[in-house]
Every structure is written in structure tokens, then in C-alpha cells.
């Protein structure tokens, strides 16, 4: 008998553990069971700290994987025992993942039995532990470093279009999506700025990349903290922002990048990186989504010509709306510096908590007035009290948005 956690990045609760997958020798009938929620105990213990874990499913699958359909389950040698992903006790990590080998203790409390009322697993005494995790889409990343010419190393972690993979044909080229992540996730880790926010996993999703093959390159500032940006934030630290142009230049030097279709896409100080890059490379980038970010009115009239959609909520306490963060403004206020150096700027106005469909179909009607207009640069601003956990998580919708996604791969030099 083996388990494994399955983990989940979601988009507004961060990295959870989700499930827990269970192999048995022996095959688990020839019909799917679904097992009662109270045949299993679970609790996690991190950091000397033990805490319950809430069992939703339990069914059979052929692998350890979580099955979404509401009648979930097939025959096989996996249970798979899904858990609420609410639990105080759900997270997978913060700033660093947490150690989770052997954190999870399941024990079976009753008889599972099949169609015809046998046994087929019965309960014990002795509680399982995890032999290890599984993290779908995030382990389909791999791991690796660049130092640049002046000896400074960044790490980050690459997720190549699984046809490049498996039948990498010549004169065949892909998109390149770069994400930059938030200030939270400053670590030396190589892990938590895809865990910690879907930024580069929603990229890399299966039914992402079938509609829009791509590479997906996520760097992660090391530590320790640079600190010496003209405001105070990361990726405009002198030392982060030449890496990361260099390792961009490598990357499409080395790999078949269509350099007409490179995008920038980042959150918090993600974003203000994402302003900072642009006016230094104009001409660089297709297009960018900045979210919650902030940055220099006097760099916005060189970025006039490229394709942007930002978003922000009204009533983020992190970085202001208007006034931003240490001193450098925030999207509406760089909004207003476009469109005075003469970019027209399509505005729009939601909440960020409506259901996927209406809050695609509020996107829909924007691009379109934008479209309209000749506009290639949109604004969409959050309604107070609609943005949840936290106002700042502007991006909680943002790149689960196939509206936003499809305007972006449709952009090119």
C-alpha cells in the first residue's frame, strides 16, 4: 500500500492539499465504489502542530488523481480520499512549501464493501502515512538556474509545450509567456512563485495549453532581498531586472521561441515590474497583463504602443488603487499618464466575484468597445467588497479569464 497528497494551486486559496491517493495491490472491483465520507480519518501535523483534515469523497479511480465529474470514480487500484480545501489545516506552504513527507496520517474506521455487501477493505488500527506529494501541472515544470554576465544567478522554473516535447519540429515555434511573480514569493525554493499564486500554472493547464501552446518561463528573485529598485520593489532591482533580460534573451536564443509573441504577465510587484520592463524594452513584448500593479507616469509615454490589459481593485489596501506603493503611482493613475501621452485607454468596471460566465462576458463587451475604439490598451478596475480573500488578489479571476488569455496569444509585433 502506498499514498500520496494530491495538491491543488487554486485561485484565490493559494496551494491546498486536496486529496489524498491510495494504491492497494489488488485491484478494487469491477465497478467504481463510492465510499461514505466517514469510513476515513484524517489529520496533518506541520511544525509540531496537528489538525483535522474534512473528508468530502472517497471513490476508486485508476489513478492517483482527483476525478471532477460528480459521479466520480472507475475500477482500479486507487481510493482516492478528496478533502475540503477550507481546512485551517489545507495549506501546502507560505513563503516555502512545508514538509510534508509523512505529515498526513489517514486511518480507515470502517468496512468498505462492494455492490453485493463484501468486505473489501477492512478497518484497522494502524493509521497510514504519506509516502509523498503530488503537485499536477506544477511537477510538469522543470527546475533550473541562469547566471548572467555579471555573475548574479536567478532561478526559475520552465514549462515547454508538450508537442515540443514529444515531436520538436524543425521551424516549429511557440509563444513565450513570462511570468513575474508577487513580492511574497522572494525565496530561494524555486517553487512557491508557482504555488503560491496561479500566474504560471494557469498557463501550463492541460486545456490551456491545448488551446494555446506555449512556453511558460517563471523566475523567482533569491534572496537575499534586493531592495534597490527606484521604489523600494524587486524586479526593478538593477541586479533582477538585467537577469531576467538576459535569461529572456538565452531562453529565445536556445529554443523555439517566436520572438513576435513574447508576453509579459505579473501581479503586485509583478506588475510593477511589468511597467519597468516595458519602458525599457518597448519594442521586446507583444503584450502584457499587469495586475494590482503600480509604477512611473513619466515611463508611461514610451509604452503608448504596446498591447496591455490591466486590472486592479478599487479598494486594494496594499497597493493603492490611485496612490499605489512607496511613492510610485498606481494603475488608474498610470492609466491617466497613457492616455495623456495620447494612448486610448478602454475602461471597464465589475465585480470581481461574478460567476465565470458573466465576469467573461463583461471582459467580452469591453474588448469589444476596445475594438471599436482601435484601442489596444484595457482597464479593468474591481468594485469595493467584490474581491475576496483579500482586496489586493485583483488576479483571483484574471488568468482563469479565457477573454484576457485569448486577447493576449491573439497579440504580435
Not at 486545456?207 to 526593478?236: C, E, N, S, Y
Not at 479598494?315 to 486610448?344: C, I, Q
Amino acid at each position: 500500500m502506498r499514498s500520496d497528497l494530491i495538491t491543488q494551486v487554486t485561485p484565490r486559496q493559494d496551494w491546498r492539499v486536496t486529496a489524498v491517493a491510495i494504491r492497494y495491490a489488488k485491484r478494487l472491483g469491477r465497478h467504481a465504489l463510492t465510499v461514505p465520507p466517514s469510513t476515513f480519518e484524517v489529520s496533518v501535523t506541520v511544525g509540531g502542530q496537528t489538525a483535522p483534515r474534512t473528508v468530502t469523497r472517497v471513490y476508486t479511480n485508476n489513478a492517483a488523481r482527483i476525478d471532477s465529474e460528480r459521479h466520480a470514480g472507475r475500477p482500479g487500484h486507487y481510493l482516492i480520499v478528496e478533502l475540503d480545501p477550507d481546512d485551517d489545516g489545507a495549506r501546502a506552504g507560505y513563503t516555502d512549501p512545508f514538509p510534508l513527507d509523512r505529515a498526513y496520517s489517514l486511518t480507515q474506521v470502517a468496512d468498505i464493501r462492494g455492490r453485493n455487501g463484501d468486505v473489501v477493505l477492512r478497518a484497522g488500527p494502524f493509521a497510514v502515512l504519506n509516502d509523498g506529494v503530488i503537485n499536477p501541472v506544477v511537477d510538469g515544470f522543470t527546475a533550473g538556474s541562469f547566471t548572467d554576465s555579471t555573475g548574479f544567478r536567478i532561478r526559475f522554473r520552465l514549462y515547454a509545450p508538450e508537442g515540443y516535447v514529444a515531436d520538436p519540429r524543425p521551424g516549429s515555434r511557440c509563444p513565450l509567456v513570462v511570468t513575474l511573480h508577487g513580492g511574497g514569493q522572494v525565496a530561494d525554493n524555486n517553487v512557491t512563485q508557482l504555488t503560491s499564486n496561479r500566474i504560471a500554472v494557469a498557463f501550463a493547464e492541460p486545456a490551456r495549453q491545448k488551446r494555446h501552446p506555449a512556453f511558460v518561463l517563471a523566475p523567482q528573485i533569491p534572496l537575499p532581498r534586493p531592495m534597490d529598485g527606484p521604489d523600494g520593489t524587486d524586479w526593478t532591482d538593477a541586479r533582477v531586472r538585467a537577469a531576467t533580460v538576459e535569461l529572456i534573451d538565452a531562453f529565445t536564443a536556445a529554443h523555439p521561441v517566436d520572438e513576435d509573441r513574447l508576453y509579459l504577465v505579473g501581479l503586485s510587484s509583478g506588475g510593477r515590474g511589468i511597467y519597468d520592463l516595458l519602458s525599457r524594452h518597448p519594442a521586446r513584448f507583444a503584450a502584457a497583463l499587469p495586475t494590482a500593479g503600480w509604477g512611473s507616469t513619466a515611463a508611461m509615454a514610451r509604452i503608448t504602443g504596446v498591447p496591455i490589459w490591466a486590472d486592479h481593485s478599487i479598494d486594494d489596501p496594499v497597493v493603492l488603487y490611485k496612490e499605489g506603493r512607496f511613492g510610485s503611482p498606481g494603475t488608474w493613475t498610470l492609466m491617466n499618464a497613457l492616455e495623456a501621452a495620447g494612448a486610448t485607454v478602454t475602461r471597464g468596471e465589475w465585480a470581481n466575484n461574478l460567476p465565470k460566465s458573466e465576469f467573461e462576458a463583461r471582459s467580452r463587451a469591453l474588448l469589444r468597445r476596445a475594438r471599436e475604439t482601435g484601442s489596444h490598451i484595457l482597464f479593468t478596475s474591481y468594485t469595493p467588497g467584490t474581491t475576496s480573500p483579500s482586496a489586493h488578489l485583483a488576479w483571483a479571476q484574471t488568468y482563469e479569464n479565457d477573454v484576457v488569455i485569448d486577447w493576449l496569444f491573439d497579440q504580435a509585433r
